[in-house]
């Protein structure tokens, strides 16, 4: 897995819904942190998170 593509992905998708980090963690209940280390690539979403996070984003979590 590609932590920086994973990640600038997310943040396409984020951006694309004109939501800022704050708005996807509240969604996901967590911080504006972990999306904004998602997004950089310093980190990847937990595994238990793709499913939810597919689903907010609105895509599939094969796209992810």
Avoid: H, Y
């Amino acid at each position: 897995m590609d932590a920086t593509k994973i990640g600038r992905f997310i943040g396409a998708e984020r951006r694309a819904k004109g939501w800022t980090q704050r708005q996807l963690a509240d969604k996901l209940q967590l911080t504006d942190k972990a999306i904004s280390r998602w997004e950089t690539g310093k980190g990847l979403p937990d595994v238990s998170l793709l499913l939810p996070l597919a689903n907010v984003l609105d895509i599939t979590v094969g796209e992810l």
